[in-house]
Nanobody, 124 residues
Framework: QVQLVESGGGLVQPGESVKLSCAAS????????IGWFRQAPGKEREAISY????????LYADSVKGRFTISRDNAKNTAYLQMNDLKPDDTGVYYC?????????????????WGQGTQVTVSS
């Protein structure tokens, strides 16, 4: 069974850091490019970060550039999103997904498999 499971979210204060995990089962994550998305309350799901299959390309939304880092550990079949200097606007449900290899990396329709999401709330 193909499955992605996100974890690591929670309630944090502004300026703190969180590392999200995206664990894959039923398939090899290293054969897919991975995207992280965020959905804030009342807003559409937006692309946050992307890593190519060979890890040679990483992309970030302007809103998180310099603060977030995407990575993966193929031995653990897991992708990560390290989030530093968190701000209240970073609040939302974070999803990882596998990119099907064609289509815009910022378009949700270009992704096949999705996790259930993990909530990150940044508040003092």
């Amino acid at each position: 069974q193909v499955q992605l499971v996100e974890s690591g979210g929670g309630l944090v204060q502004p300026g703190e850091s969180v590392k999200l995990s995206c664990a894959a089962s039923g398939f090899r994550l290293d054969t897919w490019a991975i995207g992280w998305f965020r959905q804030a309350p009342g807003k559409e799901r937006e692309a946050i970060s992307y890593i190519s299959t060979s890890d040679d390309i990483t992309l970030y939304a302007d809103s998180v550039k310099g603060r977030f880092t995407i990575s993966r550990d193929n031995a653990k079949n897991t992708a990560y999103l390290q989030m530093n200097d968190l701000k209240p606007d970073d609040t939302g449900v974070y999803y990882c997904a596998t990119h099907r290899g064609s289509g815009s990396v910022t378009y949700t329709g270009s992704y096949d498999y999705w996790g259930q999401g993990t909530q990150v709330t940044v508040s003092s």
